[in-house]
């Protein structure tokens, strides 16, 4: 290798779920003096203009090819920010610049790679909802852009009769408008109608909003991909306040419900 070469770095950065109150430190130190800002057109527009910083926006569904690009752009020297929503190793681009790693040269590997976490969306749904995930829970992404729908309905099963909380990422979009349909008359099947389900949408954004409901009342329908829908387990339950609204949460000894 040319002795003359300088090996920039990549930062990925999670941006949090919304406001940019929901970003870590961190991930605003990590942004102050990168050269280069690759990500989804959205998140990109979240950082504000600033001299020295080229901004490479893309369009969805091109995570590989924005993750070849931080590695051309830092093999060229430059400080490479790549932004995600929420956490970018959640459902997001971290594994996507590891798989091109994975797959590309062995000079990728030699680039420096720092992962800045962020707030990811089941985290700060559960803060806006109480403390749903205060017991055993796990994430399943529903889009079946990279998995067959089988693996998701499998995982939904196994999650179901593992009584776990389960935080759904991906929910529906125009192009998958039948997958939370789905999903739902799978749990149905599996899990006690009065189970609580949160539907939080756009969380951290000004048309931020929350729907508690149950397993049987809950309307899918009015899931679009800014919601993240979360399904309580056997324990799972819900206090009522005051004013008329509710906490969610789950107890941390499981058997604890009278």
């Not at 190793?89 to 590997?109: K, Q, Y």
């Not at 829970?137 to 999650?159: G, Q, T």
């Not at 909003?209 to 979360?230: G, N, R, Y």
Request: proline fraction near 7%; hydrophobic fraction near 45%; glycine fraction near 8%.
């Amino acid at each position: 290798m040319n002795m003359s070469y300088h090996r920039g770095e990549i930062r990925v950065i999670g941006l949090g779920p919304g406001d940019h109150r929901f970003m870590t430190h961190d991930a605003d130190l990590a942004l102050a003096d990168a050269t280069d800002l690759i990500g989804y057109i959205p998140y990109v527009e979240r950082i504000p203009p600033r001299a020295g910083l080229i901004r490479h926006a893309t369009d969805n569904r091109v995570e590989l090819d924005r993750a070849r690009h931080a590695l051309d752009l830092a093999h060229q020297g430059k400080v490479v920010a790549i932004v995600s929503g929420g956490d970018p190793g959640v459902f997001a681009m971290a594994a996507a610049l590891f798989e091109a790693i994975d797959h590309g040269t062995p000079e990728d590997r030699l680039i420096p790679i720092n992962i800045h976490p962020g707030i990811s969306a089941m985290n700060a749904a559960a803060a806006k909802l109480g403390a749903p995930l205060g017991h055993d829970f796990c994430a399943i992404s529903l889009s079946d852009n990279l998995k067959p729908w089988d693996v998701i309905a499998r995982r939904l099963k196994a999650a179901a009769e593992g009584d776990f909380v389960i935080a759904l990422y991906n929910p529906a979009s125009k192009a998958r408008p039948q997958s939370i349909f789905d999903a739902f008359k799978l749990l149905r099947d599996i899990k006690a109608p009065s189970t609580p389900v949160a539907f939080a949408r756009a969380v951290g954004r000004h048309d931020e909003k929350h729907t508690l409901t149950t397993l049987a009342e809950a309307d899918p329908s009015i899931v679009d991909m800014a919601t993240l829908v979360m399904i309580g387990s056997s324990e799972t339950r819900f206090i009522d306040k005051p004013d008329g609204t509710r906490w969610l949460y789950t107890p941390r000894s499981y058997g604890a419900r009278p």
